[in-house]
C-alpha cells in the first residue's frame, strides 16, 4: 500500500484546505494509505515533508504554487520519497515544466498513475546561506527587484 503525506500552506484569498481534503480523499479512493496538513509557514512544508519522509512515506504531494512545492522538494531532496505536485499556485512552472495538468482531478491522477522521474535541484549560497531551487534562481538585479515586490499574502 502507497503511503502519501499532502500537504499545503493556508494562503489569504486561496481554498488550500479544501483543495488538500479533496486530494486526499482521491488517494484513498485508489487505496492508498493517507495523512495530510494545512499549515501557516514556508517553513512548516518543509518540517512537515521531512516528518513524513522519517514516517516512511512514500510520497509527499505538495498542493500549492513553485514556492510550496521548492519547499518541499528542498526537504526530499536526497530521499527515496517521491515529490507529487498539485498547481493551485499563479505560475506553476515547475508542474508545467513536467507536464503536470493543472486540474485538480487529473493532477491527482498523474500523482496516482505517474511514472516517476529524477528532477535536479540547484543550491546557491549567498552570504553563507544556502537555498535550494528547483526551476530558476536570480540574484543581483534579479533579487532586488524580488526582495522590493510587495508580497500577497
Known amino acids: 500500500m502507497t503511503r502519501a503525506f499532502v500537504v499545503g500552506r493556508r494562503r489569504k484569498g486561496a481554498h488550500v484546505g479544501g483543495v488538500v481534503r479533496e486530494v486526499r480523499a482521491?488517494?484513498?479512493l485508489a487505496g492508498w494509505k493517507v495523512e495530510a496538513a494545512v499549515v501557516d509557514r514556508k517553513s512548516d512544508l518543509r518540517r512537515f515533508a521531512h516528518r513524513a519522509v522519517k514516517r516512511g512515506c512514500d510520497v509527499v504531494v505538495a498542493v500549492g504554487g513553485d514556492g510550496?512545492?521548492?519547499?518541499?522538494?528542498?526537504?526530499?531532496?536526497?530521499?527515496?520519497?517521491?515529490?507529487?505536485?498539485?498547481?493551485?499556485?499563479?505560475?506553476?512552472?515547475?508542474a508545467g515544466n513536467l507536464g503536470i495538468p493543472r486540474r485538480l482531478d487529473r493532477a491527482a491522477q498523474t500523482v496516482i498513475s505517474g511514472m516517476r522521474r529524477r528532477i535536479d535541484v540547484g543550491r546557491a549560497t549567498v552570504g553563507g546561506k544556502s537555498y535550494n531551487f528547483t526551476v530558476a534562481c536570480g540574484i543581483g538585479f534579479d533579487a532586488d527587484v524580488m526582495d522590493s515586490t510587495a508580497t500577497r499574502s
Open 26 to 28: 482521491t488517494l484513498e
Open 68 to 94: 510550496a512545492v521548492n519547499q518541499v522538494a528542498t526537504a526530499l531532496t536526497g530521499t527515496p520519497v517521491a515529490l507529487g505536485i498539485i498547481p493551485t499556485g499563479t505560475g506553476n512552472l515547475l
